[in-house]
Structure formats: structure tokens, C-alpha cells
């Protein structure tokens, strides 16, 4: 048995269970606060080379580590307020457009991995406007 199988294994039945009850898809996101900006900064410092200077390391696993923080909080802070506006009824579809994104962009990322910079920014902007949009109706 391949302890890393086992582990996805596990993850995968979590996040089945996490999307069916409200309490327990909020403690999923209290651990993987923790967990996921571990993960993406040992990602960093895995896909660099041992050729690059030590500071280029440090660099990417930063920036890794801040990615997966910052796309786990805006997950989690989405999941609230949907739990919060739905009564939880909207997360397992969220949970399931999440997925769906996530598998689109690891495959785009693997054949065409310029296109995700450009996917990432053009995310960005438009999310930067809506805000933006949002803060002027309410003032």
C-alpha cells in the first residue's frame, strides 16, 4: 500500500463528507489554513532547481505559500458567506464548480502553462473591478 494513495484517499472522503454537513466543511477550512499554504510553499521549494541560487528558492516557496493562502482564503470566505445567504443549500454546488475549475486548470496548466499567468491575471482584474463595483454601491 502507497502511503500517499492512502492519504489522497483520505482527503478525498473528507472533502465528500465536508461538502454534506455545514459544521464540518467550516473545520475543513480552519485546518487547511494551515495545511494548504504548508503544501504550496513545500511545492515551491520542490519545483525549483537545486542549480538556482538559494534566494530564488526562498522566492518561490514565499510565493507559493502565499498563493495557496490566498486562494484558500478566498475559498473559505466564499464558502462562508454562502453558508451564511444559503443556509448552506448552495455549498455542494460550489464545491463542485471548484472542482471542475481546479481540474480544467491543472490540465492547462500541464500543456500550456503561460496560459494559467493569463487565466490568473484576467481572474484578477475582473475580481479587483467587481470589488471596486461593490464599494462604490455602498458608499
Known amino acids: 500500500v502507497r502511503p500517499g494513495l492512502v492519504g489522497r484517499g483520505w482527503g478525498h472522503g473528507w472533502g465528500v463528507v465536508a461538502d454534506r454537513g455545514r459544521a464540518m466543511g467550516h473545520a475543513g477550512d480552519v485546518i487547511h489554513a494551515v495545511v494548504r499554504p504548508v503544501a504550496g510553499a513545500l511545492v515551491g521549494w520542490a519545483a525549483t532547481s537545486q542549480d538556482v541560487a538559494k534566494g530564488v528558492v526562498v522566492i518561490a516557496t514565499i510565493l ?57 491575471v484576467l481572474l484578477t482584474h475582473f475580481f479587483i473591478g467587481l470589488a471596486g463595483r461593490y464599494r462604490k454601491r455602498d458608499a
Do not use: Q, Y
Not at 73 to 88: P, V
Not at 103 to 108: D, K, L, R, S, Y
Open 64 to 120: 507559493a505559500g502565499g498563493a495557496a493562502l490566498t486562494t484558500h482564503t478566498a475559498k473559505a470566505t466564499l464558502r462562508a458567506a454562502s453558508t451564511a445567504t444559503t443556509a448552506g443549500i448552495a455549498n455542494p454546488i460550489l464545491s463542485l464548480i471548484e472542482d471542475v475549475f481546479a481540474f480544467v486548470n491543472a490540465i492547462v496548466a500541464v500543456f500550456l502553462p503561460w496560459l494559467v499567468l493569463v487565466i490568473v
